[in-house]
């Protein structure tokens, strides 16, 4: 073997090792929990545009865009394709 390939692999070894920093990082890093669960922002604040929502929403308005990114979330969660934090 290469001189660097064995200092590769001994590299490899040192930091896939746990040490008591790296584990207390990992226990830090636990505790602040994991992604966030945003709320949705309410239709009423964005502006429409096009003065059709929600009947036939258009995509070059804010609002529509919101409404019809809310159906399409939506049907895929009726599909079963999406899998809903409370499932």
Known sequence: MEETEIIRRAMG???????????????ANGLKGGRPN????P????????GKCPDDPKTYCPR??????????????????????AA
């Not at 040192?14 to 040490?19: A, F, L, P, Y």
């Not at 945003?38 to 922002?41: A, R, W």
Request: proline share 2%.
């Open 38 to 41: 945003g709320t949705l922002k």
């Open 43 to 50: 239709l009423s604040e964005f502006e429409c545009k096009c």
């Open 64 to 85: 529509g865009r919101a409404i019809l990114r809310r159906r399409a979330a939506a049907s895929k969660v009726e599909a079963g394709q999406v899998e809903t934090a």
């Open 13 to 27: 070894l040192i930091g896939s090792r746990k040490t008591p920093a790296k584990a207390a990082a990992s226990r």
